[in-house]
Structures are given as structure tokens and as C-alpha cells.
């Protein structure tokens, strides 16, 4: 038997165990350091009262004979809640039909999945800095990946280059790591782009409940022309903070392929995957109502307000960065190599985050900070970052 | 973009609409018959009480901020149920460590993306009738697939042919549709066989919990010379009725390719899967508690009642069958070709149950009956039964 040896090529990430290490280190030689984490990349509060109850309820229904649910009547989501995650795009003007939507586990999944539809022989086109999924289960399958500079020429929102022939193309927006989001005329060039050259766009829009800006288009499919080339994937996970609790989607339009695009990743996934759990099915249908767009709209809220603490300091210290307006991500210019600038933080400020280094050769010389923290902690570092720098 | 033509290759199943469009029609001919299916592929009894319990524990912590979960820390699963399955391998002598153990929402997706770990030039053995999704996942990846009769001379368990030279085996035991268990001794002989050719046997364990038979496996691994050659796939579909609840587990052991094949297997689920819900965790956790076995091998008994029910009958009218003893299904032939015992089933005895012809070609003239629906509508389906035949 051989291994698939494609795996050979994949490069080990020692980022977060690396920071884990310095902290580590740092710790042991000063324990009475209150250190404050803004590198934190997942949510922290709880879910919405009406999602915890829709949870109970769904949970209750299994333990009952009348109201057991065994295997899904259709792998790709019950009708309830593929109608819910409809009616959410129609709340902001994107149409999307029932059908077009394909429920499972969370985002994760559908984007190391989704690259089984195409050829092997397929060039990718990865901005850099990226989150690094995108390339991993790429290089799994052995195709040739590209990069596209991401940089503060274009504020970590680049444009297509004409000149470049790509096959696939991920799109990250509002975008893990920098926060940048493409404003609509933006993201339309990587869509008339794509459409130019047959191209898929693999669109992650994990993060666009935190869109405030009206140009930031929070779905690829506000924009002309994308139905005929992409492909969205999102999440229960920052909306909901269903990170731990897992459900997501993934939107393929009727016209991708020629309606080839969908039948083939409905094949894939009634034939590899059994179905999303109808008590997370029934906890997303209640964070997609009425109820409870506005309860989890109350954690975003909190997280923005974190952000827009985060950027205000930056912003009065003339420190270039992005995100943070349409982004639990604030991504700055460190003005010397990213882990020169960890350390300095962690040592003076005892305030830990994410070296851009370790996102792309783009990343460096910028760091990551997150909103997750608590409002305090958020204030208290940002205190300390004022004083340092 | 080229999208994976191996998808052009794949063979639509029509056995399951086929039913359906001909109880439908009969149905619209005799809308007072009174139809009871044996057919059914999916449990039907409510979760067990303390897996009730714990899951609404476990969506109540989600909703507090002292207790919420985000990501899990370990993709692969939380140690508490790591630990819990590692115990439940223990109950009947199977030692596997909690690392070897990798939690999943469920046996189909495991099974689904195992092919990922290997190259595609690979040659896959797959026993004839089967479950077909071993079939349609490595048709996806465009490997060629090799057939092994399984017939009545074998009982429907069939042991290696040394001629045959194959790289991945697949074997299901109790099997799905045939109910046939292998005994260690035939067992033993697939692990020599692929030890001998260095060849890796995916097992398929989702049926383990219906085993009376001392002399069969509930697991690959209580069968010497495994740990060098086998993964497992399980599930607590079957044994706890998590079918729609979703929760499985792959067992990886470390002699498997020198420890390789873990580190794969674990890279491949850290890229492509962000873990299992804390809910279902939690569930299954309480599922392989003393008291959850307790309540669960209730379920499962009932089970096992319509089961042996079905198999009296066909024995005392000495009919050749396999299944039952260790399995809900019972397989039973047919003395004509499988739809028109189909036909005449439905007809005569208003009896619904699946034509053994769909599972392959050595299923024609066979019949898959199932133990899930209840005992009285069982006992009913067989006294129409033996009346007809």
C-alpha cells in the first residue's frame, strides 16, 4: 500500500506553538505577570439564551420515541433550516435559494472538502498572508499553488493580476488574518477575473456578521456576475459562536458549472458525510430568527466594541493597520520584524498576540490582535500598549 | 477550472427510489393495504435517558460564560471520551490507548475521507454484495476497484484468495446487508493476508454492539497481527442510536506504517475537520458510561428479539439465511431473482424489504430484512410471510 506522498509536502505551522513556548518561558521567569491574551482566535461568549433553548429542546425530542429523529431524510440539511439560512440572505438583499444551500459540520470541513470537485491538475491562487487551510488541503491533493501578494499597497485587499492564469482562487473577506474586507467594486474585479477565465472562486465569509461598512458586499453573491463563478462558504461559529457547538453551510448557485457544480458536491457529500445533527440543525434555525439575530447580534456588538477600542488607540498613535471596522482582527505595522514586536509587547506590556510572520512572507513586519478578550482586558492592554510604544 | 472527472465515473444507485416508486404505485392501487417495512436501515428507538441528560447538560454549559466551549483542544476528540471508548475496548479485552482513538461526527465521513491517506494508484479489494459507499469514495479518487465474491458457499463471509494481490481492503463485519460475522479464525486469515502483502484493511465495526457469537470479533483488533495492518471505523449509531445525533470514531493504531499513518490521519483531521461538538462528545461520553451501556443494550435487545424472530420463522420453513444472530439484518435467499420476490412480498403479504440484487451481483436471488421496526409489526410481517411461502 502507498501513503498518499503529497503529505510529505505539507509544512509543519509551529506558530502557535511557538508563541505557547515564549509565553511559557516568559512566565516562568516573572510569575507575578498579569499577562492579557488579545491573540485569542476564537469566540468566548456563551451562546444565545434562545439557541440554548432550541439545543434543550432538539436534545429532549431524541429521548422520545414520538419525536426521535434518526438519520436526516437529505445529507445537505433540513428543509427548516436551509429555509432560515435563505430568509438571513434576504435580510441583507442576497438572493439564494433553499436548495442552493448545503448544511454540515462548520466551514472547516466544507473548505478541506469542497477541493475534492476539482482535477488534481488545477493551478490555486492563495493570497498570502492567508489562513492556512486554504493551502494545507491543497497541497494534500498535490496541485500547484500560486500566491498573490497581499500588502499595504492595496490595504491587504489585493486586485486580480491580469497576467496571471489560475484556476481556482481563494478569497478570504472580511479576512483572517488582517481584517481587511473588499469593498464591492473590489471583490467585482476578482468576479469579472474569474469569470474572464473560467475560474471558481472559493469565497470564505466566516466572518460577515462583523461587516459594517454598506460597500462591504457579506456575501460574494451581492455582487454581478458571481453566480456563475463561485462558491461560499460560512459558519454558525463567529456569528453564533458555535465554534464548539459546530454547524455551517456552503452556497452553490444554480448556474456554477452549468448545475454540475452542485449535483457533484451533493454527490460528495451523500456519499462521505451522513448528515449535520439535527439538535445543531435546530440550534442555527433559532440563531437565524427573529430572537436570535438580535441575541447573537449582542456578542458581536461586544466584540466590536473591543475592535473599535483596539483601532481608536492605533488610530490616535498613527499606527498604520487594518481591520477591526468590519472584523474582530486588528492587523498593524510593527515597524520591526513581527517577533522583535511579540517579544517587546509580551516583556513590556505582558500582552500577548500574533506575529504576521507566521500567516506569509506579507505578514512580516505586522501583527495580529483580536477583540475576544473581555472589554477590561482589551482596555487594560491597549493602556499598556499606549505606554511602550 | 477542470472539475475531478473521476465524479463522471460514479454509478448512480436507484435501489432505494426504486422502492420507494413501487410501494407508491401498489399503494395507490390498494390504499387499504396495511404495509409494514422490514426494510428499514436506520434504528427507530429514542436515545437512552442518561444520553438525554447529558446532552442537555452539556447545550446548558454552552449557554454560560463560566462553562462555554469554543474550539475543542484537541480535534482528534476530548480526553474524557477518548478515554471513555479506550475503556469500552477494554470490556471485552481489546487494548487500544486513548491517542490511538480519533473522534468524528460519524462512521460515513471517516470512512469517506480515509481514502485521503492514500495514493491513488492504489488497488482496492471490496467484498461483493456491500455497503457502497467503500465502492463510490474511491471511485471519487479514480482507484481501481477489485471485487471478492461473497456467496453462500462462504456463508457470506469470505476468506482471502492468495492469488489476488490488493492494496486496501475493506471488510464490514457484522456486515452490512448480509448480517454475516467472520469468526477470529477467518478474521485471522484477512490479517495474515494483508500482513502478508502489505496491504491495510479498513474495518468496519458499526455493527459490533449486535455480537452474541463468543467466537466472533467486535473488533479487528482482538484478532493477533491487526495493529500492523488495520484501522476501524466505528460508530455509536448503532449502539446508541445516534444516527441522527452523529457521533463516530477511527482507532489508528501506532504500529500502523511505523506510527505514519497517525500522524496523517490526525494532520488530515486538524486541516479538515475542526472537532467534534462538545455536545455530542459529551453524549456519547455518557453512551459508554456503565449506566449508558445498561440503557443502551436495551435498545439494542429489542433489536435482537425481532432479529431472532425473523430468523425462527426462516428456519423453522428452512430457508437459507445469514444475519440475525449478530446483526439486525437477516439475508435470506430468495429461490427467485430478488425483485420479483420483492414484488410478490409486497404484493401477497403488503411486506416491504430491500432486493439483495442492489448490493452487487452475488446479492441477486438474496433479500435483506431488517429487525428495526417493532416487535409487534415484526411478528405480524412474519405471520403474513410464512403464509405466502
Known amino acids: 500500500m502507498k501513503l498518499n506522498a503529497n503529505y510529505d509536502n505539507i509544512q509543519n505551522s509551529y506558530l ?4 505557547a ?4 518561558k516568559f512566565t516562568a521567569q516573572n510569575p507575578s505577570a498579569d499577562i492579557i491574551k488579545l491573540g485569542i482566535g476564537d469566540v468566548t461568549r ?4 434562545c439557541v440554548v433553548e432550541a439545543g434543550v429542546k432538539a436534545v429532549e425530542e431524541m429521548g422520545r420515541a414520538e419525536t426521535f429523529r434518526g438519520y436526516s431524510p437529505d445529507s445537505q440539511g433540513y428543509d427548516f433550516l436551509r429555509d432560515a439560512i435563505s430568509r438571513y440572505y434576504a435580510a441583507f438583499n442576497v438572493k439564494v435559494a433553499p436548495h442552493e444551500i448545503h448544511v454540515s459540520d462548520g466551514a472547516k470541513s466544507d473548505c478541506g472538502n469542497i477541493v475534492d470537485m476539482f482535477g488534481d491538475d488545477n493551478v490555486v491562487l492563495i493570497p498570502d498572508p492567508v489562513y492556512p487551510v486554504y493551502l494545507d488541503s491543497n497541497v494534500m491533493s498535490g496541485r500547484k499553488v500560486i500566491f498573490c501578494d497581499s500588502t499595504e499597497g492595496d490595504d491587504f485587499a489585493p486586485l486580480p493580476d491580469k497576467n496571471v492564469k489560475c484556476d481556482i482562487i481563494y478569497l478570504c473577506s472580511p479576512n483572517n488574518p488582517t481584517g481587511a474586507a473588499f469593498s464591492y467594486e473590489k471583490l ?3 468576479v469579472d477575473y474569474a469569470n474572464a477565465n473560467g475560474a471558481v472562486i472559493i469565497f470564505d465569509a466566516a466572518y460577515e456578521a462583523f461587516v459594517t461598512e454598506p460597500d462591504v458586499p457579506r456575501s460574494i453573491f451581492a ?3 458571481a453566480r456563475t463563478c463561485a462558491v461560499e462558504l460560512c459558519s454558525f461559529s463567529k456569528t453564533a459562536g458555535f465554534t464548539g457547538t459546530r454547524c455551517g453551510y456552503t452556497v452553490v448557485p444554480d448556474e456554477l458549472c452549468g448545475g454540475k457544480f452542485a449535483k457533484m458536491w451533493a454527490r460528495r457529500q451523500s456519499t462521505k458525510y451522513n448528515g449535520t445533527s439535527y439538535i445543531q440543525q435546530r440550534m442555527a434555525e433559532a440563531a437565524y430568527s427573529e430572537e436570535g439575530i438580535r441575541q447573537c447580534r449582542e456578542n458581536i456588538q461586544a466584540y466590536q466594541k473591543n475592535a ?3 483601532s481608536g488607540v492605533l488610530e490616535s498613535m498613527g499606527i498604520y493597520h487594518t481591520g477591526g471596522k468590519n472584523s474582530p482582527y486588528i492587523w498593524l505595522k510593527c515597524g520591526m520584524p513581527s517577533w522583535d514586536f511579540f517579544d517587546r509587547l509580551l516583556e513590556k506590556a505582558n500582552v500577548v498576540g500574533t506575529p504576521g510572520s507566521g500567516f506569509g512572507k506579507n505578514g512580516e513586519g505586522y501583527f495580529r490582535l483580536t477583540a475576544f478578550n473581555t472589554y477590561e482586558k482589551t482596555a487594560e492592554a491597549m493602556e ?3 505606554k511602550i510604544f
Open 21 to 24: 513556548n515564549r509565553v511559557k
Open 384 to 386: 499598556r500598549f499606549k
Open 46 to 49: 456563551p451562546l444565545a439564551p
Open 223 to 225: 455582487v454581478e456576475g
Open 188 to 190: 467585482k474585479a476578482w
Open 308 to 310: 473599535n477600542l483596539i
Open 16 to 19: 502557535f506553538v511557538e508563541i
